[in-house]
């Protein structure tokens, strides 16, 4: 959907394989709404919810990838949230990528492999700023991880901050009011709507069921490491717990034949 440009602050110091800056709410910024995520269960230690991510991939694909690129994504990455090796071809060969000179050294074009990274929509900053009224769609690689709230703040941004401005509040041209946005000034438009893709898995695609996925999908992009993080550390402290269990056995066992 064109226009689809998340103006965040901090948004545009995203660099290549580093986390963006943690911006902090403003004091005068409502409370988020706190979701319920897969990856904070049992204590912290629960792992990104696939399915809840394919969905969002598919609004991002949809939707989103109009206007945003993620430059830090590959394709073959997207074995990660449970895809196939022939599900990731056939979603690479859809998009186009450069490809190399020709003999005459002009450019060209090619379908993407699953080894390429996210294809952007736009050649160069400036054709995305004239495409999107002078705001320049921010990289989504790891957009959630550039606000306080994370995945709270995605979803309430897109999936419930679009309102009518309060009374005596006057929207300039071009900006949309959205409660959770930092001045609540806007450049993109409502990028959801109910229905806004038709979801393979058969899920009805409310706004809000489509923003919960879709900040799924970003937290996937922010933390791809996230699962086997915590598979490790799970593994790790059941190891401890049984080396502590044998220490103490075996203390116990060579003590027991010293008299007191």
């Not at 904070?40 to 809840?52: P, V, W």
């Not at 306080?148 to 949309?176: F, R, S, T």
């Not at 799924?216 to 598979?231: I, M, V």
């Amino acid at each position: 959907m064109k226009g689809c440009v998340i103006v965040m602050a901090g948004a545009l110091a995203l660099g290549a394989g580093v986390a963006a800056p943690h911006v902090a709410r403003a004091a005068d910024e409502p409370a988020l709404p706190h979701m319920k995520w897969s990856w904070q269960k049992n204590f912290g230690l629960g792992t990104i919810d696939r399915a809840s991510a394919q969905r969002g991939f598919q609004v991002y694909n949809e939707v989103c990838s109009a206007c945003h690129s993620m430059k830090y994504m590959a394709y073959r990455n997207l074995e990660g949230i449970g895809l196939t090796e022939a599900q990731i071809k056939a979603v690479a060969a859809t998009k186009t990528v450069p490809g190399a000179p020709d003999d005459e050294g002009k450019p060209t074009t090619r379908p993407a492999l699953p080894s390429d990274h996210f294809a952007d929509p736009f050649p160069n900053d400036n054709a995305a700023r004239a495409a999107n009224n002078g705001a320049l769609p921010p990289d989504q690689s790891l957009l959630l991880s550039a606000r306080e709230g994370h995945a709270d703040y995605i979803y309430a941004l897109v999936g419930k901050g679009y309102v009518d401005a309060p009374a005596g509040v006057k929207v300039p041209d071009g900006l949309y009011y959205n409660t959770y946005f930092p001045g609540h000034f806007i450049h993109m438009p409502p990028p959801l709507a109910d229905g806004s893709v038709t979801y393979a898995d058969g899920t009805k695609a409310s706004v809000a069921q489509e923003a919960h996925d879709v900040a799924t999908f970003l937290y996937f992009a922010s933390y791809p490491e996230n699962d086997q993080r915590k598979h490790l550390g799970v593994r790790v402290a059941g190891f401890l717990v049984l080396l502590t269990g044998v220490t103490y056995a075996v203390k116990r066992r060579v003590w027991s034949g010293i008299d007191h």
